[in-house]
């Protein structure tokens, strides 16, 4: 099965984590057409279906590629809301477990946290093997009006 995946595109053209801000080195998970890419702490956030990944982010620019997506799972409770506020210690700990799954609000060491858009997975591997869309360069197959896959 594909699942979807939204990024970001520097100014060099290449990809990385949506949710980070640009500023958060350590955190930045880089991908590429054909690579695989394996996060050093966590797990990778993609989405089950095109219009989940088309709903998300659907202001800001992006790029949103499919691929093949390595063990999945259903994201279970609540998510870090990476901001500027967000540092590296926060979301290690995040994915180690420590806090979750999230039992009470104040559990939450940052006070940051949003419940997951819909049809989020996570998943141990990423490998994108095609673009959807890109409107940084406004490359598309989606028909705007609809969201939908077109020509």
């Known amino acids: 099965m594909k699942y979807y995946k939204v990024v970001r595109k520097d100014d060099k ?5 949506f949710t980070v801000m640009p500023h958060h080195e350590r955190l930045k998970l880089h991908y590429k057409l054909g690579s695989r890419t394996v996060p050093e ?3 990778i956030f993609v989405f089950s279906s ?3 990944a ?3 982010g659907k202001n800001e620019k992006r790029v949103i590629v499919t691929g093949d997506a390595e063990e999945i799972k259903a994201v279970e409770g609540c998510i870090p809301l990476l901001d500027d506020m967000c540092v590296y210690e926060d979301i290690f700990f995040f994915w180690k477990g420590i806090w979750s799954p999230l ?3 104040s559990a939450w060491p940052i006070g940051r946290f949003q419940v997951p858009p819909v ?3 996570v998943c141990k591997a990423f490998t994108p093997t095609e673009i ?4 940084y360069e406004q490359r598309s197959v989606l028909n705007p009006l609809t969201a939908q896959i077109g020509k």
């Open 13 to 17: 053209g290449e990809w990385y984590s």
């Open 41 to 43: 702490v966590g797990e």
């Open 50 to 52: 095109l219009s989940y």
């Open 54 to 56: 088309v709903d998300f």
């Open 103 to 105: 039992t009470t609000i």
């Open 119 to 121: 049809g989020t997975y």
């Open 132 to 135: 959807i869309c890109d409107n």
